[in-house]
């Protein structure tokens, strides 16, 4: 969640300093962000990070050599599931916003997607140093934010909305 973090508040700082209409962009081209994270995650594969639970079963990975991840033990390739889901919520995000031109709501689908990609995942990952609170992952928690905050997000919406009909 770091990257999507930071990615975030970049495009707000950028998107103040040139007086851009960014989400206009964002709600066109979020199906490119799927597909960029998913190839990210090929390189945690890769690289020995964000590595799976242990895991004796088919496609099992082993590491050697590797600082930060768990050497000379089967685990389960959570990295390329992950990459997996992605690049089939970017395909997914491409067909809704250029075959259906539905973009009014394409950022929302994005984040709450991959929220739920993501606290399921947890589950399948074993790097337990980011530390749990109530059994619960940083990256679970964050999750269940980002899915309230939509939400919330989206009745406002609708309440407004609702406002500026019967106004007119």
Not at 72 to 88: C, G, K, S, T, Y
Not at 107 to 120: A, D, P
Request: glycine share 10%.
């Amino acid at each position: 969640y770091g990257g999507l973090i930071g990615g975030v508040m970049g495009v707000l700082l950028v998107s103040q300093i040139h007086k851009i209409k960014v989400i206009e962009y964002m709600r066109v081209l979020i199906c490119c962000i799927p597909i960029v994270h998913g190839f990210g995650r090929m390189g945690c594969f890769f690289a020995g990070c964000c590595y799976g639970i242990p895991y004796n079963g088919a496609f099992h990975v082993r590491y050697s050599n590797i600082p930060y991840s768990l050497c000379d033990e089967n685990l389960f390739p959570v990295q390329l599931l992950e990459a997996v889901l992605l690049f089939l919520l970017g395909i997914i995000l491409y067909i809704l916003i250029m075959k259906y031109q539905r973009t009014e709501v394409s950022i929302e689908i994005y984040l709450i997607s991959y929220s739920i990609i993501r606290f399921g995942l947890e589950y399948l990952r074993f790097d337990e140093a980011r530390g749990k609170l109530y059994g619960v992952s940083t990256s679970q928690w964050i999750s269940i934010g980002i899915v309230i905050l939509i939400m919330l997000y989206r009745i406002r919406f609708k309440i407004n909305k609702q406002k500026c009909t019967r106004n007119i």
